[in-house]
């Protein structure tokens, strides 16, 4: 299995700030990464495919890069309703491994 | 617009087997350009991949090593659904159960999948 890990595990941050959030994969992934926001109860919500491509629907304010075993999120101003935690997701090769996430919560 | 409605028993006792349905809407599970996961989520083992099913001139699954000797993902064509089933359960089974489709496309020259649609989740508790 492919281990996916991301940093930091949790982040307090105001309105307005931009917001870097990193996951690294235990080997290369090429470009086989998504990043998705999940709330609390409701099901994760995809922002990010192919490390840097927008979902349709997505402010304009995430964004993705990255490749090999280094990527990165990031929010250029958070608004309040992106308080939520963030998880990456490798899709390189099954089994597919989620990262443990990281919190976003606010300062 | 695609939706995944699930259904299923919120409680199973222990040993048994737990049993979901994801129903579709909006596409089909005999797509040749989607795959329909099971993914669950407990605070022990954060977000976890247990299988797929998809369509490709036949019928292909893949399983995670994890589960791989107790879980089954079947398509329904008859019903447009895809299920779960999950043998042998124990409490460390209890989890918020997610049916998700996942979709393929040509990005920069290259085939991706990503998980775009998901269903509302399950809450699955393994208790006597």
């Known amino acids: 299995d492919i281990q996916m890990t991301q940093s930091p595990s949790s982040l307090s941050a105001s309105v307005g700030d931009r917001v870097t959030i990193t996951c690294r994969a235990g080997q290369s992934i090429s470009g086989y990464l998504s990043w998705f926001q999940q709330k609390p109860g409701k099901a994760p919500k995809l922002l990010i495919y192919?490390?840097?491509n927008l979902q349709s629907g997505v402010p304009s304010r995430f964004s993705g890069s990255g490749s090999g075993t280094d990527f990165t999120l990031t929010i250029s101003s958070l608004q309040p309703e992106d308080f939520a935690t963030f998880y990456c997701?490798?899709?390189?090769?099954?089994?597919?491994?989620f990262g443990p996430g990281t919190k976003v919560d606010i300062k | 617009q695609v939706q995944l409605q699930q259904s299923g028993p919120g409680l199973v006792r222990p040993s048994q087997t737990l049993s979901l349905t994801c129903a579709i809407s909006?596409?089909?599970?005999?797509?040749?350009?989607?795959?329909w996961n099971w993914i669950r989520q407990s605070p022990s083992r954060g977000l976890e991949w247990l299988g797929r099913?998809?369509?490709?001139?036949?019928?292909?699954?893949d399983y995670a090593p994890s589960v791989k000797s107790r879980i089954t993902v079947n398509p329904d064509t008859s019903k447009n659904q895809f299920s779960l089933q999950l043998n042998s359960v124990t409490p460390e089974d209890t989890a918020v159960y997610y049916c998700a489709r996942a979709v393929f496309g040509v990005v920069r020259d290259l085939m991706y999948n990503w998980f775009e649609v998901w269903g509302q989740g399950t809450l699955v508790t393994v208790s006597s």
């Open positions: 997701l490798q899709t390189y090769s099954a089994p597919f491994t």
């Open positions: 909006g596409d089909s599970v005999s797509s040749n350009s989607a795959a």
């Open positions: 099913t998809y369509y490709r001139s036949k019928w292909y699954t």
């Open positions: 192919a490390a840097s």
